[in-house]
Structure formats: C-alpha cells, structure tokens
C-alpha cells in the first residue's frame, strides 16, 4: 500500500511509522515499520512538503483464516509512544492509529 504524507510543521524527531496486520482481539500477525517518506527523514521535511511510502505488509504463515485489519500509526523511535491521529474532516483526533481497511485471510 502505498501512504501520502503532508508535512504541516518543522520536526525534530525522526518518526518511524507501523502498518499492522491484527485480528478483532487486537493480536498483530503481519507488521512492517519504516520512516514515513520514501527517502526523506521527517527531520528533512519542511512544511507544505509531500511525500509517500510503499508499506509491504507481510502476513505470518501460522495466521489464521479470517478478517484481519490493517492499521497505520506514527511513534517516536525511542520510546515507542504513537502520536495521534488528527483527522481534518472530522475536526477531531481518532486516537493513536487508524484503520486503513481489512483484509480476508483464507
């Protein structure tokens, strides 16, 4: 899958991001993190600056069949603490990640 990202401000943090593969009970069985942009530190971004990233999610072999969802968050590299989501059309944060969609493993 491929995430678009806008840069609103300044960061002095490099922040990693996650995308997650996890059942209803919130167990992960894929997962693939990486900086944001694609050959860009978000210490590099400046404001207004766009950029993507291709997240390759690869599935455990042991995974169940069932309906899997596909969650995507940002953290700090140092002490794994996700940073909310802030969603623009709903005026409001979701909490510390968002799901992306689902996925049937059969």
Known sequence: MTVYWESLAP??????????????????????????????LTTDMRPGQFSSRQFRLPIAPATPPGTYAVMLGVYH??????????????????????ILGEVKVE
């Open 11 to 40: 960061m002095d943090i490099r922040y990693r991001a996650f995308v997650h593969l996890v059942d209803p009970d919130g167990a992960r069985w894929g997962q693939h993190d990486d900086d944001p942009a694609c050959r860009l």
């Open 77 to 98: 590299p140092d002490t794994f603490e996700r940073l909310n989501i802030w969603d623009n059309l709903a005026g409001e944060s979701p909490g510390n990640s968002v």
